[in-house]
């Protein structure tokens, strides 16, 4: 009854503590929790094992399994470094739930514990017993302290599904399509606070977009030309996010936020969380389902401009006299 009667009090003061785009970002399961358990199945194995940033390692034992991991989202109540005494406000990642690079926490939490789980996987189907909460794991990106120089990795296309020609979904493993190689830096975006959204990837800074009737309205369309002294001058005569060095995207730059596992719009949820008439962007991140304008014209047609068609996930030209939709980046230098 205790624990009942704390739980309810615990989860209101939560709820009420969240911002709408906290809300938004906590329903996204790009996170791990992993219980220490107790399994039936004594393995001993030996497997080979080869990771993109520690490369191949053979020979390495496999013994008894000792933690059971599952997709979870994640709302922070509060976080401080212990060694300083300072309050810590966690950075809005944004990762697909898997694969992706992942930092432990260890973890402890209130009871009751999880029931006994029956799960399958390689080495057979057994009940996994005395569930306990142990280790949070969060998305993280390898290397030094981030710099714009610093990033220059070519991102995947986000697809995780595989089809065969008549559409229907099959499996992946062995197909050699997209879905299975998942070929190219994994799609990781931060949100920064401050109305834009960084590709740790490309270290491009990206403006979000909005459904207020400002300048970062996602409604708002443009012609070609408008496009650059009306919404870029807009954007660096008022230094939006403290810059005044934002540009419309090339072809290419625009193609890198697509996501191919996704459509309608086709973006990873960093782009499209939160959406309600009236969020700004310091609450919500917004994507309209159709063609964005890139600064690269058409050579074989100069009087078109190639665009990027968030609802199929395609770039096409188009006339630079039709009105089209817009969003600005920075950096790439």
Sequence with gaps: MKWSLWAARYLVALALSMTP???AAAQVPDHLECYKIRDPLKLAGIVDLNSPQFG?????????????????????VSAVNKATGTPITPLSFWAPPAPADRICYKMKCPRPTPPDQQVTDQFGTRVLSNLRPSLLCTPAVP?????????????????????DTSGTVISCTGAGQDGDTRAGATLTYVDNGDGTITDLNTGLTWEKKSVDGTIHDRDTTYVWSDAFTIFIAGLNTTSFAGHTDWRLPNAKELQSIMNYENTNPSVAPAFNTACLPGCTVLTCSCTKAADHWSATTNANVPVNAWRGDFFAGIIRPGDKTGGNFVRAVRGGG
Excluded: I, N, Y
């Design 21 to 23: 785009a906290t809300r």
């Design 56 to 76: 191949r390692e053979t020979g390495c034992k496999v013994s008894a399994a000792k933690l059971f991991c599952v997709p979870a989202s994640k709302v922070v």
């Design 143 to 163: 290397g030094p302290t981030p710099t714009p120089d610093a990033f220059h990795g070519f991102p995947a296309t986000g697809q995780m599904t595989c089809w």
